[in-house]
Protein backbone atom coordinates (compact mmCIF):
# COMPACT_ATOMS: atom_id res chain seq x y z
CA UNK A 1 0.00 0.00 0.00
CA UNK A 2 1.25 3.59 -0.78
CA UNK A 3 -0.68 5.42 1.84
CA UNK A 4 -1.56 8.79 0.89
CA UNK A 5 0.20 10.21 -1.89
CA UNK A 6 0.28 13.75 -3.54
CA UNK A 7 1.59 15.42 -6.13
CA UNK A 8 3.94 17.60 -7.35
CA UNK A 9 6.11 17.07 -4.41
CA UNK A 10 8.00 20.61 -5.42
CA UNK A 11 5.80 24.00 -7.41
CA UNK A 12 6.72 27.57 -7.88
CA UNK A 13 4.19 29.86 -9.41
CA UNK A 14 3.75 33.57 -9.90
CA UNK A 15 0.84 35.55 -8.89
CA UNK A 16 -2.10 34.65 -10.29
CA UNK A 17 -1.26 31.47 -11.66
CA UNK A 18 -3.42 28.44 -11.17
CA UNK A 19 -2.90 25.06 -10.36
CA UNK A 20 -4.15 21.53 -8.72
CA UNK A 21 -3.08 19.94 -6.45
CA UNK A 22 -3.77 15.87 -6.19
CA UNK A 23 -4.09 13.68 -3.28
CA UNK A 24 -4.80 10.25 -3.40
CA UNK A 25 -5.04 7.29 -0.68
CA UNK A 26 -5.71 3.58 -1.31
CA UNK A 27 -6.87 2.50 1.84
CA UNK A 28 -10.56 2.59 1.53
CA UNK A 29 -11.06 5.97 4.07
CA UNK A 30 -13.82 7.74 3.73
CA UNK A 31 -12.76 11.01 5.20
CA UNK A 32 -9.89 12.96 3.77
CA UNK A 33 -8.56 16.29 4.23
CA UNK A 34 -6.04 19.63 3.20
CA UNK A 35 -3.80 21.54 5.58
CA UNK A 36 -1.52 24.06 5.16
CA UNK A 37 1.61 24.12 7.59
CA UNK A 38 3.42 27.62 7.99
CA UNK A 39 6.55 27.81 10.30
CA UNK A 40 5.66 28.62 14.01
CA UNK A 41 1.82 27.99 12.79
CA UNK A 42 1.34 24.28 13.16
CA UNK A 43 -1.09 22.74 11.08
CA UNK A 44 -4.21 24.75 9.83
CA UNK A 45 -7.31 22.54 8.14
CA UNK A 46 -8.32 24.01 4.55
CA UNK A 47 -11.34 21.60 3.77
CA UNK A 48 -12.63 18.58 4.57
CA UNK A 49 -14.47 15.43 3.30
CA UNK A 50 -16.41 13.70 5.84
CA UNK A 51 -17.28 11.22 3.31
CA UNK A 52 -17.15 10.77 -0.62
CA UNK A 53 -19.48 13.33 -2.26
CA UNK A 54 -19.63 15.83 0.96
CA UNK A 55 -16.69 18.95 1.73
CA UNK A 56 -16.65 21.60 3.90
CA UNK A 57 -14.58 24.11 4.79
CA UNK A 58 -11.90 24.23 7.84
CA UNK A 59 -10.35 27.24 9.76
CA UNK A 60 -8.55 29.03 6.31
CA UNK A 61 -10.34 28.04 3.19
CA UNK A 62 -10.19 31.68 0.98
CA UNK A 63 -8.71 31.49 -2.05
CA UNK A 64 -9.10 27.48 -2.44
CA UNK A 65 -11.08 25.28 -3.86
CA UNK A 66 -11.48 21.36 -3.48
CA UNK A 67 -12.95 18.68 -5.19
CA UNK A 68 -13.72 14.90 -3.99
CA UNK A 69 -13.37 13.22 -7.13
CA UNK A 70 -13.99 9.49 -6.17
CA UNK A 71 -13.57 7.76 -2.94
CA UNK A 72 -9.87 7.61 -3.31
CA UNK A 73 -8.80 11.13 -4.85
CA UNK A 74 -9.16 14.89 -3.44
CA UNK A 75 -8.25 17.87 -5.03
CA UNK A 76 -7.06 21.37 -4.16
CA UNK A 77 -7.07 24.03 -6.76
CA UNK A 78 -5.83 27.34 -5.99
CA UNK A 79 -7.41 29.53 -8.89
CA UNK A 80 -5.29 32.66 -8.38
CA UNK A 81 -2.61 32.48 -6.62
CA UNK A 82 -0.79 34.86 -3.78
CA UNK A 83 2.49 35.34 -2.10
CA UNK A 84 -0.02 34.53 1.21
CA UNK A 85 -0.27 31.11 -0.06
CA UNK A 86 2.94 29.87 -0.03
CA UNK A 87 3.23 27.00 1.98
CA UNK A 88 3.45 23.25 2.79
CA UNK A 89 0.48 21.79 2.10
CA UNK A 90 -0.20 18.05 3.27
CA UNK A 91 -3.13 15.75 2.40
CA UNK A 92 -4.43 13.52 4.50
CA UNK A 93 -7.05 10.40 5.46
CA UNK A 94 -8.73 8.74 8.61
CA UNK A 95 -11.38 5.67 8.03
CA UNK A 96 -14.14 7.98 9.77
CA UNK A 97 -13.74 11.55 11.12
CA UNK A 98 -13.02 11.05 14.37
CA UNK A 99 -9.62 8.34 14.37
CA UNK A 100 -6.39 9.13 13.56
CA UNK A 101 -5.18 11.02 10.37
CA UNK A 102 -2.30 9.52 7.55
CA UNK A 103 -0.67 12.08 6.00
CA UNK A 104 0.91 12.27 2.62
CA UNK A 105 4.62 14.07 2.53
CA UNK A 106 3.59 17.05 1.52
CA UNK A 107 3.63 19.83 -1.18
CA UNK A 108 6.35 22.82 -0.82
CA UNK A 109 4.50 25.72 -2.70
CA UNK A 110 6.04 28.83 -3.53
CA UNK A 111 4.49 31.42 -5.03
CA UNK A 112 6.65 34.46 -6.32
CA UNK B 1 -12.27 27.56 17.88
CA UNK B 2 -9.83 26.45 20.36
CA UNK B 3 -6.86 27.89 21.98
CA UNK B 4 -3.86 25.50 21.83
CA UNK B 5 -0.69 26.27 23.61
CA UNK B 6 2.62 23.94 23.02
CA UNK B 7 5.77 24.87 24.42
CA UNK B 8 7.56 26.68 21.54
CA UNK B 9 11.06 26.18 23.00
CA UNK B 10 13.00 23.18 22.67
CA UNK B 11 13.06 20.73 24.80
CA UNK B 12 16.77 19.26 25.25
CA UNK B 13 16.79 16.01 26.93
CA UNK B 14 19.94 13.14 27.42
CA UNK B 15 19.17 9.86 26.19
CA UNK B 16 17.84 7.71 28.68
CA UNK B 17 15.77 10.40 30.58
CA UNK B 18 11.96 10.78 30.45
CA UNK B 19 10.81 13.78 28.01
CA UNK B 20 7.40 15.01 29.15
CA UNK B 21 5.36 17.85 27.08
CA UNK B 22 2.51 19.74 27.59
CA UNK B 23 -0.48 20.12 25.32
CA UNK B 24 -3.39 23.24 26.83
CA UNK B 25 -6.18 24.12 25.38
CA UNK B 26 -8.52 27.13 26.68
CA UNK B 27 -12.24 26.36 25.70
CA UNK B 28 -14.57 23.75 25.77
CA UNK B 29 -13.35 19.77 26.58
CA UNK B 30 -12.83 18.09 23.24
CA UNK B 31 -14.22 14.25 22.61
CA UNK B 32 -10.90 13.22 22.41
CA UNK B 33 -7.17 14.48 21.60
CA UNK B 34 -4.33 12.89 19.47
CA UNK B 35 -1.18 13.58 19.20
CA UNK B 36 1.21 13.07 16.23
CA UNK B 37 5.38 13.18 15.44
CA UNK B 38 6.89 15.05 12.20
CA UNK B 39 10.14 14.54 11.69
CA UNK B 40 11.76 17.47 9.33
CA UNK B 41 10.12 17.43 5.75
CA UNK B 42 7.76 15.04 6.20
CA UNK B 43 4.18 14.59 7.42
CA UNK B 44 2.85 14.26 10.73
CA UNK B 45 2.64 10.42 12.15
CA UNK B 46 -0.23 9.47 14.86
CA UNK B 47 1.28 8.31 17.58
CA UNK B 48 -1.91 8.36 20.33
CA UNK B 49 -5.65 8.81 20.76
CA UNK B 50 -6.95 9.42 24.13
CA UNK B 51 -11.04 9.87 24.74
CA UNK B 52 -12.54 12.08 27.15
CA UNK B 53 -13.52 9.16 29.76
CA UNK B 54 -9.73 7.83 29.66
CA UNK B 55 -7.52 9.62 32.07
CA UNK B 56 -4.09 7.54 30.63
CA UNK B 57 -3.27 6.00 27.78
CA UNK B 58 0.06 3.92 27.12
CA UNK B 59 1.89 2.02 23.32
CA UNK B 60 5.46 1.42 24.25
CA UNK B 61 7.36 4.19 25.80
CA UNK B 62 4.91 6.87 25.18
CA UNK B 63 1.82 7.72 27.48
CA UNK B 64 -0.74 10.21 27.52
CA UNK B 65 -2.71 11.58 29.98
CA UNK B 66 -5.89 13.53 29.82
CA UNK B 67 -6.76 16.35 32.15
CA UNK B 68 -10.21 18.04 31.81
CA UNK B 69 -10.74 19.67 34.60
CA UNK B 70 -7.21 21.68 33.86
CA UNK B 71 -7.51 21.54 29.91
CA UNK B 72 -4.33 20.16 29.58
CA UNK B 73 -2.68 17.05 28.51
CA UNK B 74 0.40 15.24 29.12
CA UNK B 75 2.68 13.12 26.35
CA UNK B 76 5.94 11.40 27.91
CA UNK B 77 8.62 9.53 26.15
CA UNK B 78 10.42 7.42 28.92
CA UNK B 79 13.86 6.05 28.10
CA UNK B 80 14.00 8.41 25.47
CA UNK B 81 16.60 7.61 22.36
CA UNK B 82 18.11 10.03 19.81
CA UNK B 83 15.77 8.30 17.46
CA UNK B 84 12.68 10.35 19.20
CA UNK B 85 14.24 13.28 18.28
CA UNK B 86 11.30 14.82 16.50
CA UNK B 87 8.18 17.59 16.91
CA UNK B 88 5.28 15.95 18.23
CA UNK B 89 1.97 18.06 18.13
CA UNK B 90 -1.23 17.67 19.83
CA UNK B 91 -4.48 18.27 18.13
CA UNK B 92 -7.91 18.22 19.20
CA UNK B 93 -11.58 18.89 17.82
CA UNK B 94 -11.78 22.56 16.93
CA UNK B 95 -15.14 22.69 16.35
CA UNK B 96 -18.29 21.37 19.02
CA UNK B 97 -20.53 20.46 15.77
CA UNK B 98 -17.98 18.24 13.84
CA UNK B 99 -15.80 16.06 15.81
CA UNK B 100 -13.54 15.47 12.82
CA UNK B 101 -12.40 19.07 12.04
CA UNK B 102 -9.07 19.01 14.24
CA UNK B 103 -7.16 21.68 15.15
CA UNK B 104 -3.36 21.18 15.90
CA UNK B 105 -0.73 23.16 18.18
CA UNK B 106 2.32 24.53 16.55
CA UNK B 107 4.40 21.42 18.22
CA UNK B 108 7.29 21.49 20.41
CA UNK B 109 10.96 20.21 19.09
CA UNK B 110 12.38 17.07 20.87
CA UNK B 111 15.67 16.76 20.83
CA UNK B 112 17.59 14.02 22.56
CA UNK B 113 21.30 13.69 23.16
CA UNK B 114 23.56 10.58 23.60
Known amino acids: NAGVTQTPKFQVLKTGQSMTLQCAQDMNHNSMYWYRQDPGMGLRLIYYSASEGTTDKGEVPNGYNVSRLNKREFSLRLESAAPSQTSVYFC???????????FGPGTRLTVT | SQKIEQNSEALNIQEGKTATLTCNYT??????LQWYRQDPGRGPVFLLLIRENEKEKRKERLKVTFDTTLKQSLFHITASQPADSATYLC?????????????FGAGTQVVVTP
Open chain 1, 92 to 102: ASSIEQINEQY
Open chain 2, 91 to 103: ALPGTTDSWGKLQ
Open chain 2, 27 to 32: NYSPAY
